[in-house]
């Protein structure tokens, strides 16, 4: 009993607590509140009036820029009306001074119109004065018109023949004194410093044997040697009844040096079979190869040109087996290229240039036989393939009249070409060759009008030509002799130059009874 009545009582006094918390929670909130809306009603009071200055504020500086543009613009139509007004002036006095022209030009086209009537009135009288004359000319002359025209032409143009016969003398006579000194020293002093000895070679197409005997070694049993050879080569046997020789047919020279050496090797070896034929044919290209690349390295090296293009230089070293009339190319490239750099010195320009293409002008004899056309074009396309500067490319293209020389290094290398090949045993061509040569030359000569005979003499180096008085004179003779030169150049191939030398004479023929 007693513990319900405390359990009672603590009840009661806990609900008297929370209703004295609340009370008191409810009484400090009320406070809290009151204190809070105080707070912000002062805020509010403060934000408002804080924004009504910020507002007059903003109100005051808007009008300041207001102002401001105002004035700017004020003065900005100002100085626009003044530009307006400058340019109404200027206008105006451009069409005062249009006007004054007009009126100038109306003058002057009256005045115009006026000397142009008179002009055209002067000119009816003179040609009517004109006719007159003609008229009379023809009278006192017993020429018509047309008659006397086409004697005025021809007088006209005998005259000026002769004149242009004797200026091209008189040029050509002062080119000779002038031109011929120096391009003799030039060429003197750049022979001179290249003293080289000059080798004339051929490819060698005979080789010797021990005896008969290695004929029929070579030839082998049913042929098979001899076949093995010639397809591994490409080059073709000729074994004849020349004594203790085999005769090697090619159009490639490096195939037949690479016959000449296997051949060679497997005479002195003495086993001929074909895979010992194989393998001396492999054992000899890799010797020609060698040679090739040694051979290309030391003609750049002894001209003193560098960055040459590898597949160049190899090029070059296939010029070792080749040879043109007799003369050996890459012998023959190697020394034009000297003369060319020894001339260029003496011109006092760069060499370099003149060397490189002196050295690469005759490239595309390298390949000539297995490329269709000309080696010059073949050389162009070579160098233009290898990126060869473009005075070099014009220099090979040039050397040889194909194209006109523009440059002086082309022109150079064309004089050492020549020089190259007119050398004493040099080149050699054979004799059917060279009296076709011969018999074309005087050809061409005896066909031209005016020539009563002609020879050919210094191996064909000069044209003696002996002309016929009565049909060429004297001041004809230098355009005639022109016209037989461009002849020849057109239809003939031949190295060096040739000199026309023409002769007219006159004799007189009596006799004393």
Not at 40 to 60: M, P
Not at 73 to 93: C, G, P, Y
Request: glycine content about 6%; some cysteine; proline content about 3%.
């Amino acid at each position: 009993m007693d513990t319900i009545i405390k359990l009672i009582i603590g009840v009661v006094c806990l609900i008297i607590g929370v209703i004295v918390g609340i009370l008191y929670r409810k009484n400090v909130a009320e406070k809290t509140i009151g204190s809070a809306e105080q707070e912000a009603t002062r805020i509010i009071n403060e934000a408002i009036k804080s924004g009504e200055t910020k507002k007059r504020e903003a109100i005051l500086e808007a009008k300041d820029e207001i102002l401001k543009a105002r004035t700017e613009a004020d003065r900005e139509l100002k100085e626009r009306r003044s530009e307006v007004q400058k340019t109404e002036h200027r206008l105006h006095q451009k069409e005062e001074a249009l006007e004054k022209k007009s009126d100038a030009m109306e003058r002057k086209s009256e005045e115009l119109s006026r000397k142009i009537a008179q002009a055209q009135k002067t000119q009816e009288e003179s040609e009517q004065i004109r006719a007159e004359q003609i008229a009379t000319l023809e009278r006192l002359s017993g020429l018509t018109r047309d008659e006397a025209k086409e004697y005025l032409v021809t007088s006209i143009e005998n005259e000026a023949k002769h004149d242009a016969a004797l200026k091209l003398r008189e040029i050509n006579q002062q080119m000779k004194e002038e031109a011929e000194s120096t391009a003799r020293e030039l060429i003197t002093t750049a022979i001179q410093r290249y003293a080289a000895d000059q080798v004339s070679e051929s490819t060698v197409s005979v080789v010797p044997l021990p005896n008969d005997e290695m004929k029929g070694r070579i030839i082998g049993r049913e042929g098979r040697n001899i076949r093995a050879l010639e397809n591994l080569t490409g080059v073709d046997l000729i074994i004849d009844d020349t004594p203790e020789a085999i005769t090697l047919s090619s159009f490639d020279p490096v195939r037949r040096e690479v016959a000449r050496l296997s051949l060679e090797k497997l005479i002195l070896d003495g086993r001929i079979h074909p895979p010992r034929i194989a393998e001396m044919v492999q054992k000899a290209q890799k010797e020609v190869d060698q040679v090739i690349k040694s051979e290309g390295e030391r003609a750049t090296f002894e001209t003193g040109i560098h960055g040459i293009h590898p597949e160049l230089v190899r090029l070059l070293g296939r010029l070792h087996y080749r040879t043109s009339y007799g003369q050996n190319v890459l012998l023959h490239s190697i020394e034009v290229a000297h003369i060319a750099g020894m001339l260029a010195s003496e011109l006092g320009i760069d060499p370099t240039i003149a060397r490189r293409a002196g050295l690469l002008h005759d490239i595309g004899k390298a390949v000539d036989h297995e490329v269709e056309g000309s080696h010059v074009t073949i050389g162009v396309d070579l160098a233009k393939r290898y990126k060869e500067s473009q005075p070099v490319i014009h220099a090979i293209a040039a050397h040889h009249g194909d194209v006109e020389p523009t440059t002086v290094e082309a022109c150079l290398v064309q004089a050492a070409d020549a020089i190259s090949a007119a050398r004493p045993g040099a080149r050699r061509e054979n004799l059917e060759n060279y009296i076709k040569r011969l018999e074309k030359l005087e050809e061409i000569a005896n066909t031209t009008p005016g020539v009563e005979r002609s020879y050919a003499i210094q191996a064909g180096r000069e044209l003696c030509i002996i002309v016929k008085p009565e049909e060429v004179t004297d001041d004809s003779m230098t355009l005639l002799a022109r016209d037989i030169a461009k002849h020849i150049e057109d239809e003939l191939d031949y190295p060096g130059q040739i000199k026309i030398n023409m002769v007219r004479e006159t004799r007189a023929i009596d006799y004393a009874k």
